[in-house]
C-alpha cells in the first residue's frame, strides 16, 4: 500500500477561537461515613469554527504536498513517546470527541509506539478541541493528567468512552489512572495547563488542517484514520530517506 493513500493537507483558516473560562474547581474527599465527595466542576466554552468535521479513512490518489517538521523534541515531554533524537517524528492532532481519532488511538496507534519503543520514531500528540466544549474539557483534563506524568494512561481512558466527559467522569478517570485528585483539580483551572491546548489549537490552525485526526510523519502529511500499514509504508519511506 502506498503513500498515495494519504490526503493532502489544504491551508484553509480553521477560525479557531478559543475563549476558556474554567471555574468552581473543586475536589472534596469526604471525611466521614455519611459526607459524600463533593463535585469537580469544569467550565469551558469554546466557539466553534464551521465546516470542521472528523475525517473518516479516505483514499485520495493525490501524492501529499511536503510538510514541515512540527516535532518539538523537549526532554521529558510527557504527550510524547520515543527518543528525542528518533530518525522520525510522527505528530498527532485529535480531538476526544472525535469517533475516528477513537479508531486510530485503539486501532493503529500500537503499531506507531511500537517504532517509538524501537528507537526510530518520536510520537507527539497534539490535541486539539474543535468539536465542542466536551472537547475541550477533555483535552484540558488530558493537559493536566500530563502535569503528574500519566497523559497517556488518561489519553486512553478518555477514548474508551466518548460520552463521558461530565466532571464526575474525568474525576473518575483521574483516580483511575493513578492521579492526585487534589492537584488534578488545581491543574484544570492553571492559565499554564489551558495554554498547552490553545498553543496545540493554534499549531493547527497555522497548518491549515481541515479535520481530525490529522497527521506529520516526517515530511508527509496524512489524514484520517488510516490503518496501521499506511503508517508502516509512510514511516518506512521516511527512515530510508535519512540513512
Excluded: K
Amino acid at each position: 500500500m502506498s503513500a498515495s493513500r494519504t490526503r493532502v493537507l489544504v491551508p484553509v483558516l480553521l477560525l479557531l477561537v478559543v475563549a476558556v473560562v474554567v471555574a468552581g474547581l473543586l475536589v472534596g474527599r469526604g471525611g466521614g461515613g455519611d459526607e459524600a465527595a463533593e463535585e469537580t466542576t469544569v467550565v469551558a466554552t469554546v466557539e466553534q469554527p464551521t465546516a470542521v468535521e472528523p475525517a473518516p479513512r479516505t483514499d485520495d490518489p493525490d501524492a501529499p504536498a511536503p510538510a514541515p517538521d512540527v516535532t518539538r523534541r523537549i526532554e521529558g515531554d510527557p504527550m510524547a513517546l520515543g527518543p528525542v533524537d528518533a530518525p522520525v517524528g510522527v505528530v498527532v492532532y485529535s480531538d476526544y470527541s472525535c469517533p475516528y481519532c477513537q479508531d486510530w488511538a485503539q486501532q493503529t496507534a500500537p503499531t506507531v509506539v511500537e517504532y517509538a519503543e524501537q528507537g526510530t520514531v518520536r510520537l507527539e500528540a497534539r490535541d486539539i478541541a474543535i468539536l465542542g466544549e466536551d472537547s475541550l474539557q477533555a483535552a484540558v483534563a488530558a493537559a493536566a493528567a500530563a502535569e503528574q506524568g500519566r497523559y497517556w494512561e488518561f489519553h486512553e481512558l478518555l477514548f474508551t468512552d466518548l460520552a463521558a466527559r461530565s466532571p464526575e467522569d474525568l474525576t473518575a478517570m483521574a483516580q483511575e489512572a493513578g492521579l492526585d485528585l487534589d492537584r488534578f483539580a488545581a491543574d484544570l483551572a492553571d492559565p499554564a495547563v489551558i495554554a498547552t491546548v490553545q498553543e496545540n489549537m493554534q499549531e493547527a490552525q497555522s497548518l491549515g488542517l481541515q479535520s481530525t485526526p490529522s497527521f506529520i510523519v516526517g515530511g508527509t502529511p496524512v489524514v484520517g484514520a488510516q490503518p496501521a500499514e499506511v503508517f508502516v509504508e509512510v514511516i518506512e519511506q521516511e527512515l530510508a530517506r535519512r540513512q
